[in-house]
């Protein structure tokens, strides 16, 4: 049947046989950890080359310096906004419903996992966060994946090479046959996608059993259902205010969407978000930049974990909890949410980085959290990628940089698909940059 040669349907009839394999095989199930270890490890690996490909060809279409400053403005506003409309629905759904009120778990003492995380953490400073962003050496950010770093060279390549740059430069014809070999490449690693979606959530389904699907805690299901508010409401109120429809978005995004539910990690889907939005009428120059910058910079899902975790800690904990020091707890977040992986448990980590910076709830309240960690960081990295796929769309339309015409046919199936060979995608990068 044709539709099972679809990437997303394989995807899913994976994590369902992995979800049955866990539950009736649980010892098995947690020795497939590897299949998805190994998956998020090969797409993490294309994660630098392929930003830092996408950002210069993007950029050398640039020629004024200040619209680059007017994209970066406009992309840094929007993610903030968007940022904190999260935390403060995440805020005000905690405050609500109160998931944890009655538990009184004041005494729980650290298990050595939380240890290490919070310790992790404990060096976090504003200043440090801005540091990092530099590399030591160029080598260096690509070695370490980070990608705040390599987008910190691939804007100065980019802007560098956009000066002066002529049109037959031998250089600009290397980086797009390295894109184009780049795109060949994650065509391979994708057919390999249902083995690692399988591998992930098979492990995961072992390691915690039927309570990873069934448990009905309070917090759990308040985050979850926030989370979709969010992406109903508000997200979908953007995509209206800008013309835009977020259940086609949704279902451009469908694919990932899956993958990133068989992970609960935001960066599997980053290298083919970034060629299939240009390839459904974004700019290059806008997908290269926005969508980078926004898994650092705009992390909604992260925030409304964030704004729910610690309140749910404070109620959990018996822990006076006042508006005005969540308030000022929502100003450290702003800082403390930003930056980081999107791999699964990174949203725990900025959570940890939080208690430790404002030391008004206890840090043993992490604890309550640790076990269904897995369920949050799901939904954490499904919100996040909506999230930045919105802000992608928004942002080209708001720069009239957005191609519908080429979207439609996109979706419709008329335009070239993603897994098609390198011609396919290099006629993608030239249709961008006209």
């Given amino acids: 049947m044709a539709i099972i040669r679809q990437l997303y349907v394989q995807v899913l009839i994976a994590i369902i046989i992995a979800i049955v394999v866990g539950l009736t095989a649980p010892e098995a199930a947690v020795q497939m950890k590897p299949l998805g270890d190994a998956f998020i490890a090969l797409l993490r690996m294309m994660l630098g080359p392929i930003i830092f490909c996408s950002v210069v060809l993007g950029l050398t279409h640039v020629r004024d310096m200040r619209q680059l400053g007017r994209l970066a403005f406009k992309s840094l506003l929007y993610f903030e906004i968007l940022t904190t409309l999260g935390m403060v629905v995440g805020f005000i759904a905690v405050n609500v419903f109160q998931p944890g009120a009655g538990l009184h778990a004041g005494n729980l003492a650290l298990n050595e996992s939380v240890t290490r995380l919070s310790n992790s953490a404990s060096n976090f400073t504003a200043v440090g966060f801005f540091l990092s962003i530099i590399p030591t050496t160029i080598v260096d950010a690509f070695a370490k994946g980070e990608i705040l770093q390599v987008l910190l060279i691939s804007v100065m390549v980019g802007a560098a090479l956009s000066v002066g740059l002529k049109k037959d430069s031998a250089i600009l014809h290397g980086i797009e046959e390295g894109q184009d070999i780049l795109f060949r490449m994650l065509g391979f690693i994708m057919k390999l996608a249902p083995i690692g979606a399988f591998g992930a959530m098979a492990a995961a389904i072992g390691t915690h059993g039927s309570g990873t699907l069934l448990y009905l805690g309070k917090v759990v299901l308040l985050y979850w259902i926030t989370a979709v508010l969010f992406v109903a409401v508000v997200l979908g109120s953007v995509c209206a205010i800008m013309r835009l429809s977020l259940l086609k978005l949704l279902r451009l995004i469908r ?180």
Avoid: H
């Fill in 255 to 434: 694919e990932e969407l899956l993958l990133v539910l068989g992970t609960a990690s935001g960066e599997v889907a980053l290298p083919r978000l970034m060629q299939k939005l240009e390839q459904a009428g974004c700019d290059g120059s806008i997908v290269g930049f926005v969508l980078p910058a926004g898994y650092s910079f705009n992390l909604d899902g992260t925030g409304i974990y964030m704004a729910i975790a610690v309140g749910f800690i404070a109620q959990a904990t018996d822990t006076p909890f006042t508006y005005g020091q969540q308030v000022a707890v929502l100003a450290v977040m702003l800082l403390t949410s930003k930056g980081g992986t999107t791999v699964a448990g990174g949203a725990f980590i900025k959570l940890a980085a939080t208690l430790q910076s404002v030391r008004v709830l206890p840090l043993n309240g992490l604890g309550l959290l640790f076990g269904i960690d897995r369920l949050m960081a799901t939904c954490t990295a499904l919100t996040n990628v909506i999230g930045n796929t919105v802000a992608v769309f928004v942002i080209a339309r708001w720069e009239n940089a957005l191609d519908t015409a080429k979207l439609d046919a996109y979706l419709a199936g008329t335009a070239a698909p993603v897994a098609d060979e390198a011609e396919a995608a290099r006629a993608a990068i030239v249709g961008a940059g006209e």
